[in-house]
């Protein structure tokens, strides 16, 4: 069992930044695929990024992509989610997600943290 707890969301300006941090229990993140995914009201949840499991490879979302950075810190079994230039349609629930496949579905998820970017 893996336990996810997100923090380090809040509110900011546009074009501010933050760090959000996906801090596990129970197994090691390096043996993990990670994701982030953002959710608003309303709408279907949004994938933002991912790290795969063993080999150091990342993707993005288009939305995101050279403005967010998903990072491990193995020793803190923390994994990062750098948010630089936000804009307020940035402004969501962010969740953490961990898998042992490589692909499929996600086992383990954390309770969210809210980012609310101002205009």
């Known amino acids: 069992q893996v336990q996810l707890v997100e923090s380090g969301g809040g509110l900011v300006q546009a074009g501010g930044s933050l760090r959000l941090s996906c801090a596990a229990s129970?197994?090691?993140?390096?043996?993990?695929?990670m994701g982030w995914f953002r959710h608003v009201p309303g709408k279907e949840r949004e994938f933002v990024a991912r790290?795969?499991?063993?080999?150091?490879?990342?993707a993005y979302a288009d939305s995101v992509k050279g403005r967010f950075t998903i990072s491990r810190d193995n020793a803190n079994n923390t994994v990062h989610l750098q948010m630089n230039s936000l804009k307020p349609e940035d402004t969501a629930v962010y969740y953490c997600?961990?898998?042992?496949?490589?692909?499929?579905?996600?086992?383990?998820w954390g309770q969210g943290t809210q980012v609310t970017v101002s205009s």
């Open positions: 997600a961990a898998r042992v496949l490589t692909f499929g579905a996600y086992s383990w």
């Open positions: 790290a795969s499991r063993s080999v150091e490879s990342t």
């Open positions: 129970g197994r090691a993140v390096s043996g993990l695929g």
